[in-house]
DNA sequence: CTCAATGCTATCTTTTTCATAGCAAACTTG
DNA sequence: CAAGTTTGCTATGAAAAAGATAGCATTGAG
């Protein structure tokens, strides 16, 4: 099974396992920022209902994350689905000024790539 | 070559290319944040400078990561070597507060897994 | 010219991710 | 309660990405 980087082991990146390296080898997965978006965002959901919001995860790799994310404590398992965590939620909370950011971005670069 | 995610083409995640969901996919790639992270860190570094801060990265890796953080306008090359742009700069401002808050992380987790 | 440092490319192996199919368990319905 | 649905996930094979190493073409000193 795949290692589920936590602090105060080794991850990629840091071999003394240092918190925030931690959490960059786990967020820095295919979907793994993905998946506790569309959770804060769109509130707790099914394991299939989440597969659709993401449009194209595949159930395998939707499951590995969900299972890292529940190891990690910023995803749980409610009655009414996967839902995040307080701690996932004040993650999201750092991580949503990107969304704003993000279309910042996006227009600087638009001069050099002409975006409808 | 792989291809790199910018807004207003379809990413992973979105179809529609919502610079978010390209932001999320362009760092959600192993060593990209890390890379940005030790850069604006560290200040200006050379390939092989690059190489040893990050403990463990691939030269073929942190090429593809340099190429697609260029083409984001987020790292440049200058004659000190590869430097976080302004731009990349401004994304690191958002992202520091992981540092800390991947501490309380930690915390909140070593109930679970007795960090030395 | 010789030598060392720098910036990468090549190559091969191991992991991850993707794309599908499909199954077991929990619900619904009739 | 039998039959069909929905849900949550596992299995499998193929493709893509990442890791580990070796090594080559410049560049700049000496």
Same mark, same amino acid.
């Given at each position: 099974?795949t ?9 990629r ?22 998946? =506790? ?5 769109? $509130?707790? #959901?099914?394991?299939?209902?989440? !597969? %659709? ?5 595949? +159930? ?7 299972k890292?994310?529940r190891?990690?404590? =910023?995803v749980?398992?409610?009655?009414? $689905?996967? #839902?995040?965590?307080?701690?996932? !939620? %004040?993650?999201?909370?750092h991580?949503? +000024?990107?969304?704003?950011?993000a ?9 050099h790539?002409?975006i409808?």
């Open positions: 099974m290692k589920i980087p936590l602090p105060g082991s080794p991850v990146g840091s071999k003394s396992g240092a918190p925030v390296m931690a959490l960059l080898d786990l967020l820095g997965r295919r979907w793994a920022m993905g998946v =506790l978006w569309t959770l804060c965002q769109g $509130g707790p #959901a099914t394991f299939r209902i989440l !597969q %659709e919001r993401c449009e194209s995860i595949s +159930p395998a790799v939707l499951n590995s994350r969900l890292e994310l190891e990690a404590n =910023l749980e398992r409610t009655t009414e $689905g996967y #839902a995040a965590t307080k701690l996932g !939620q %004040e993650l999201f909370g991580l949503e +000024p990107l969304g704003a950011w279309k910042i971005w996006g227009k600087s670069l638009a001069p790539q002409d409808v």
